[in-house]
């Protein structure tokens, strides 16, 4: 069963850097088959789209974040990573890595493993 | 337009048929997938595609499209699927990808 989970620090002081892992396990990294992703959700509101990665290192990032935003991964670790610069207090929210299908040619798109989230606050 | 549009809140009698709909240019081109996420859990995949539910979910939920509306049906509503429920889907564009605001489901 493929488990996806999100590590990295709880607290993040304005201005500074958001920095999280994504953990892949019972599943590769490198299959050629997914895309891997980020997903956020501030309390009380909705879910926001936040960037893609496959395998290789080709990236997808939502244009409102692209100026902010790196996704990288680390094939040898089987994770992949979400650095978020010069945070305010609008970028806290419970952030999800999730397990990205892309069917460009079938105009599907889905996320079908979600990691269980980790929250992280902006705060001085 | 490359938003998708959903009512924030919805509900339906126990054991009622109800439709949560999602309102955007792309689901011309694009199919899309929707999602149930009940407090404090991660969201749950439900129904992608024109004709897609994962293993273990109930056959209760299903999908459909229309030109510029894609939506999602229960039928038979139960407790359990009081959630909220969000579209997902492709810009028009095809360059990225984005929710929906999300529907609240009540179950009534």
């Known amino acids: 069963q493929l488990q996806l989970q999100e590590s990295g620090p709880g607290l993040v002081k304005p201005s500074e850097t958001l920095s999280l892992t994504c953990t892949v396990s019972?599943?590769?990294?490198?299959?050629?088959?997914?895309?891997w992703g980020w997903i956020r959700q501030p309390p009380g509101k909705g879910l926001e789209y936040i960037a893609t990665?496959?395998?290789?290192?080709?990236?997808y990032i939502s244009p409102s974040l692209k100026s902010r935003v790196t996704i990288s991964v680390d094939t040898s670790q089987n994770q992949f990573s979400l650095k978020l610069r010069s945070v305010t207090a609008t970028d806290t929210a419970v952030y999800y890595c999730?397990?990205?299908?892309?069917?460009?040619?079938?105009?599907?798109?889905?996320?079908?493993?979600w990691g269980q989230g980790t929250l992280v606050t902006v705060s001085s | 337009s490359s938003e998708l549009t959903q009512d924030p809140a919805v509900s339906v009698a126990l054991g009622q048929t109800v439709r949560i709909t999602c309102q955007g240019d792309?689901?011309?081109?694009?199919?899309a997938s929707w999602y149930q996420q009940k407090p404090g859990q991660a969201p749950t995949l439900v129904f992608y595609g024109k004709s897609n539910r994962p293993s273990g979910i109930p056959d209760r939920f299903s999908g459909s499209s229309s030109g510029a509306t894609a939506s999602l049906t229960i039928t038979g509503a139960q407790a359990e699927d009081e959630a909220d429920y969000y579209c997902y889907s492709r810009d028009s564009g095809g360059n990225f990808w984005l929710f929906g605001g999300g529907s609240k489901l009540t179950v009534l």
């Open positions: 990665i496959y395998y290789t290192g080709l990236t």
């Open positions: 019972g599943g590769s990294i490198t299959s050629t088959t997914y895309y």
């Open positions: 792309s689901l011309r081109g694009y199919y």
């Open positions: 999730a397990r990205h299908v892309d069917a460009v040619l079938a105009t599907i798109s889905f996320f079908d493993y």
